[in-house]
């Protein structure tokens, strides 16, 4: 089935007035009655299918500015296809930490018509996997000039919901949890703040799947991360 992508504005257009959606629209959307969990997070992934209305005041893009992913990294994404401009560059983003918590790296590739056009790296002694993911992400937005239309590719879904469905609602608390510390605070207002000034859009792809841009991701985080270990070696084993 033709499918075509879907936005979080889109959606929150298609509400109801006393929030949530009609059973109807979620009908239409191809979503099954009562919704399944996750419902949301597949929409965004995969979009609708392409016979769906769009609610009022939001006009179908032209044929010129909906077009598939670039076919070297096509199957980096769901069938759906990504609505950005012709030109718009993709950015594979990767962190990892081995062991979890301990010397960590984070690397992110540009791509533009197929051919790797930058790319960049880091790492540090002591740190998570969510913050070198987040770091990923914060480094390649701060890369990109803020009007540049990119599609953001990221493996983690801890990332992914962070950016598209978290943010919005920690912003509101003060970047707090329950009144408490909320975990990687600092980066996740940084994300915030370099989303809001930008327009790049930020998307799932499944890690470890052969995607070329994901693999050359992992690649150099993990050069970010050796390079943490030789500037400051190896952590002492944990005591026991």
């Not at 077009?67 to 296809?81: E, G, H, I, R, Y």
């Not at 937005?141 to 493996?155: E, F, H, K, Q, T």
């Amino acid at each position: 089935m033709s499918r075509r992508p879907i936005t979080e504005a889109e959606m929150a257009a298609a509400r109801l007035p006393g929030g949530g959606w009609s059973a109807a629209q979620l009908r239409a959307w191809g979503v099954r009655w009562p919704p399944p969990g996750g419902w949301r997070r597949k929409l965004l992934r995969c979009g609708v299918p392409a016979a769906c209305p769009y609610p009022e005041g939001f006009a179908p893009d032209t044929a010129a500015s909906a077009v598939p992913l670039n076919p070297l990294l096509a199957f980096a994404a769901t069938p759906a296809l990504v609505v950005m401009p012709r030109d718009a560059m993709e950015i594979f983003t990767d962190g990892s930490c081995e062991p979890n918590p301990g010397p960590g790296g984070w690397g992110f590739a540009v791509y533009r018509g197929g051919a790797e056009v930058h790319c960049a790296h880091g790492g540090e002694a002591a740190t998570t996997n969510n913050r070198m993911e987040l770091t990923a992400v914060i480094g390649a937005l701060r890369w990109l000039a803020p009007a540049a239309p990119a599609i953001v590719w990221s493996d983690s879904q801890y990332v992914v919901r962070a950016c598209l469905e978290w943010r919005h609602g920690w912003r509101k608390a003060s970047w707090t949890r329950g009144g408490g510390a909320l975990a990687n605070a600092d980066l996740r207002q940084a994300l915030d703040d370099l989303l809001q000034a930008g327009s790049a859009n930020i998307r799932w792809t499944r890690g470890h799947a052969g995607t070329p841009g994901n693999e050359r991701a992992d690649e150099l985080a993990a050069v970010g991360r050796q390079a943490a270990v030789r500037r400051n070696g190896p952590l002492p084993p944990a005591d026991g």
